[in-house]
């Protein structure tokens, strides 16, 4: 476990469509994908966020169940404890990775926002809301608050958004409700969305929500 904490990782970026870096979107991506994965979002995006530049950092870990992928822990679906140690075991790495790329954006700890899908989503979460410095927003797609009975670790209060297919067959919907639930019962704020027909990914009403989300979040402005 402590060569994987020490892991360095990077992944493909997106420049702020202005030129100028005021704020910096880090996308998670989720078990077996990579982070090229998601980095198009930040293209959907650039309109509402166009000061924003963009990154999804490959997870530290080949997958062992997809060879071309990687994963941020393993994942066996046998071992209750495994999620939670999971991202306790990755979060160091990807702590670090954050700390370096605001600083090469000169750029302040809470003009961060985590995105997730998955398991993505559960590193957002658990990395996100134990930050020295909170950061801007977490936007969770399809994933899982982890450990929900260490939440008194939290540090902060960042805006949430969590959304979920309502045919999601990975990680089903009562996840949602059960992580929303968990956050307000530490009264931290969390909003959801749901998305009707949509199983276990990403559909245009969610990525919409979430980019006014973080237009929101990170510039106080809801863009038109």
Excluded at 58 to 84: I, V
Excluded at 126 to 136: K, M, N, V
């Amino acid at each position: 476990m402590a060569e994987n904490n020490m892991t360095k990782i990077d992944g493909p970026r997106l420049a702020p469509k202005s030129g100028k870096a005021d704020a910096l979107v880090v996308f998670l991506h989720g078990y077996g994908a990579d982070g090229k994965d998601l980095i198009d979002l930040g293209q959907q995006w650039q309109n509402w966020l166009p000061n924003a530049a963009f990154v999804s950092p490959h997870a530290p870990e080949p997958c062992g169940m997809s060879p071309m992928g990687r994963q941020w822990f393993p994942l066996t679906m046998r071992d209750p404890s495994e999620r939670w140690r999971g991202v306790v075991g990755a979060r160091p790495s990807l702590d670090t990775f954050l700390d370096e790329e605001l600083q090469r954006l000169n750029l302040a700890p809470d003009r961060l926002a985590l995105v997730g899908f998955s398991q993505g989503t559960m590193m957002a979460l658990h990395t996100g809301l134990r930050r020295s410095i909170s950061p801007a927003a977490i936007l969770g797609y399809s994933g899982v608050l982890v450990g929900p009975e260490h939440l008194a670790e939290a540090t902060g209060k960042p805006n949430i958004l969590l959304v979920h297919g309502d045919r999601d067959e990975v990680i089903p919907l009562d996840a949602l409700f059960m992580s929303a639930d968990a956050l307000g019962q530490a009264e931290i704020p969390c909003q959801w969305h749901l998305s009707f027909g949509i199983g276990h990914g990403i559909d245009g009403g969610g990525l919409r929500h979430g980019g006014l989300f973080l237009a929101q979040a990170l510039y106080g402005r809801t863009p038109e």
